[in-house]
Nanobody, 125 residues
């Protein structure tokens, strides 16, 4: 059974940093696209960042460009999200997503098959 496990959430003050981690386990298939999404209660899920694991091409939402960095350890089916200069509006539940194919709409959640349970990020002003 596939498991997607996120970690690294927490509470920080505005301007602070957090690093989220995600590992996909349970089968031997390589995930060719992995991404991070976030959601606040009452709002739609938002794609934050994604990466093609074969080649390392990255994609970001405009709202996080220059502040967030997605990286990977393809051999471990792992992806990371370094979040710097956090703002109160970044507070959300962050979810890791993965798919065996190179999804075309990288920041669209319904393109991904495997999902984690989420890790909470709180940013105080």
């Amino acid at each position: 059974q596939v498991q997607v496990a996120e970690s690294g959430g927490g509470s920080v003050q505005a301007g602070g940093s957090l690093r989220l981690s995600c590992v996909v386990s349970g089968d031997t298939y390589r995930r060719h696209c992995m991404g991070w999404f976030r959601q606040v209660p009452g709002k739609e899920r938002e794609g934050v960042a994604a990466i093609y694991t074969n080649g390392g091409t990255t994609f970001y939402a405009d709202s996080v460009k220059g502040r967030f960095t997605i990286s990977q350890d393809a051999a471990r089916n792992a992806v990371y999200l370094q979040m710097n200069n956090l703002k109160p509006e970044d507070a959300a539940m962050y979810f890791c997503a993965a798919d065996r194919k190179r999804v075309l709409l990288r920041l669209r959640g319904d393109e991904y098959h495997d999902w984690g349970q989420g890790t909470q990020v709180t940013v105080s002003s």
